[in-house]
């Protein structure tokens, strides 16, 4: 059983910065593709960016493109989201998940159902 473990939130002004990390442990991640989620209060979780098992592949919402880049480090079974030009309606709670099926996006990544482990989130705010 895989365990996600999401950290690097916080507090930033508009236009700042902030990176965010995703742990495993139970199980390399090493195969499977990976995404970042987010869900804001009162709205559903929506789609961020997602990696293939070998980096060749990202995918970005276009909320996200020109301001967000997805990585990972297998050999530290971590992903990472870091997040630039930050504005406030980028606040949300951040959810890292593992696609246990797929190493490659192929079609649709940005479809939460293809994501079978996530984490529990941590809360970013961004101030105006």
């Known amino acids: 059983q895989v365990h996600l473990v999401e950290s690097g939130g916080g507090l930033v002004q508009a236009g700042g910065s902030l990176g965010l990390s995703c742990s495993a442990s139970?199980?390399?991640?090493?195969?499977?593709?990976m995404g970042w989620f987010r869900q804001a209060p009162g709205k559903e979780r929506e789609f961020v960016a997602a990696?293939?098992?070998?980096?060749?592949?990202?995918y970005y919402a276009d909320s996200a493109k020109g301001r967000f880049t997805i990585s990972r480090d297998n050999a530290k079974n971590t992903v990472y989201l870091q997040m630039n030009s930050l504005k406030p309606d980028d606040t949300a709670v951040y959810y890292c998940?593992?696609?246990?099926?797929?190493?490659?996006?192929?079609?649709?990544?940005?479809?939460?159902?293809?994501?079978?482990?996530w984490g529990q989130g941590t809360q970013v705010t961004v101030s105006s």
């Open positions: 990696i293939s098992r070998g980096s060749g592949s990202t």
């Open positions: 139970g199980r390399t991640l090493s195969s499977y593709a």
């Open positions: 998940a593992a696609d246990l099926n797929r190493g490659q996006l192929g079609l649709r990544p940005q479809e939460l159902g293809k994501y079978d482990v």
